[in-house]
Nanobody, 124 residues
Framework: QVQLVESGGGLVQAGGSLSISCAASGRIISRNTVGWFRQAPGKEREFVAAIRRSGGNTVYADSVKGRFTISRDNAKNTVSLQMNTLKPEDTDVYYC?????????????????WGQGTQVTVSS
């Protein structure tokens, strides 16, 4: 059973930084595109960033471009999201997901593998 596990969430003040990570059993991370999504209660899950298998190509939502950086370490089977200049509107549960090796825009339902999420709270 494929399992993605997020870690590193927490509480941070506006303007601060936080890094969250996604780890997986097997080789699901090294063989696939990995993405981060976020979701607030009552809202749809929205795309944040993704990185291709090779790590050479990334894509970001406009709302986080220039502030967030996604990276991967295939040897350690992890993907990280470094979040800088955090804003209160970045407060959400952040989910790690994996899918076939493509950065083509795709809705959450196109991603077959998901973690349980980690809470990120940014105080004003």
């Amino acid at each position: 059973q494929v399992q993605l596990v997020e870690s590193g969430g927490g509480l941070v003040q506006a303007g601060g930084s936080l890094s969250i990570s996604c780890a997986a059993s097997g080789r699901i991370i090294s063989r696939n595109t990995v993405g981060w999504f976020r979701q607030a209660p009552g809202k749809e899950r929205e795309f944040v960033a993704a990185i291709r298998r090779s790590g050479g190509n990334t894509v970001y939502a406009d709302s986080v471009k220039g502030r967030f950086t996604i990276s991967r370490d295939n040897a350690k089977n992890t993907v990280s999201l470094q979040m800088n200049t955090l804003k209160p509107e970045d407060t959400d549960v952040y989910y790690c997901a994996a899918r076939g090796d493509s950065l083509a825009p795709s809705p959450p339902r196109a991603w077959p593998y998901w973690g349980q999420g980690t809470q990120v709270t940014v105080s004003s």
